[in-house]
């Protein structure tokens, strides 16, 4: 049973530049979180996608958007990147309630330069 | 407002000895979930162990158990006879109400286990 699988692994992208990071989840999880994770930090939340919505925010900008698609899998879009989104991005997927579900992938590691 | 608090930026332990590391809490809500994730260099977090605010005992799994104390508002991860394999980054991480709703993670202890 695969877990939730990142795309692209690592990115390099230059200030200004636009980004669109991809997500998989796992079978049987409807729900998909986003997360970015600077050098040395724990996880900051970015949003959640539930039935194509955005359900729940954290306090990122606007330059931050994200989409999930009716087979549950979503984009998280970053524009007019700053050095500052330097991080991993990271995914996790979950059933909407129950257990305690979380299920991570292993990132997406984006440069600023 | 949620916050996880990680005092131990690094912790030292020599394999096969148990390492407790430590996390406080601060909600005001009853209901909440207490989570302890794992992440090696390759970034993927790892699930450790879960403890729901209602649940009675402290939750084990395998070498991992988790020192609950409500009153305190802490929720230790205490890892048994370590392995060298145990070397990562941990982090504590609390969600608010019954639904999954975002996580709050603290900033992390770093574990390295000495042969």
């Known amino acids: 049973d695969a877990g939730v699988t990142q795309s692209p692994t690592h990115l390099i992208k230059t200030r200004g530049q636009q980004v669109t990071l991809r997500c998989s989840p796992k079978?049987?999880?409807?729900?998909v979180s986003w997360y970015q994770q600077a050098l040395g930090q724990g996880p900051q939340f970015i949003f959640q996608y539930y039935e194509e919505e955005e359900r729940q925010r954290g306090n990122f900008p606007d330059r931050f958007s994200g989409h999930q698609f009716p087979n549950y899998s979503s984009e998280l879009n970053v524009n007019a990147l700053l050095l500052g989104d330097s991080a991993l991005y990271l995914c996790a997927s979950s059933p909407l309630m129950g257990g305690n579900g979380y299920t991570f992938g292993s990132g997406t590691r984006l440069t600023v330069v | 407002a949620q916050k996880i608090t990680q005092t131990q930026p690094g912790m030292f332990v020599q394999e096969k000895e148990a390492v407790t590391l430590d996390c406080t809490y601060d909600?005001?809500?009853?209901?909440?979930?207490l989570f302890w994730y794992k992440q090696p260099s390759s970034g993927e977090m790892i699930f450790l162990i879960y403890q729901g605010s209602y649940d009675q005992q402290n939750a084990t799994e395998g070498r991992y158990s988790l020192n609950f104390q409500k009153a305190r508002k802490s929720a230790n991860l205490v890892i048994s006879a370590s392995q060298l394999g145990d070397s990562a980054m941990y982090f504590c991480?609390?969600?608010?109400?019954?639904?999954?709703?975002?996580?709050?993670f603290g900033k992390g202890t770093l574990l390295t286990v000495n042969p």
């Open positions: 991480a609390m969600r608010v109400g019954g639904s999954n709703y975002k996580l709050t």
């Open positions: 909600t005001s809500d009853p209901s909440y979930g």
């Open positions: 079978s049987g999880h409807d729900t």
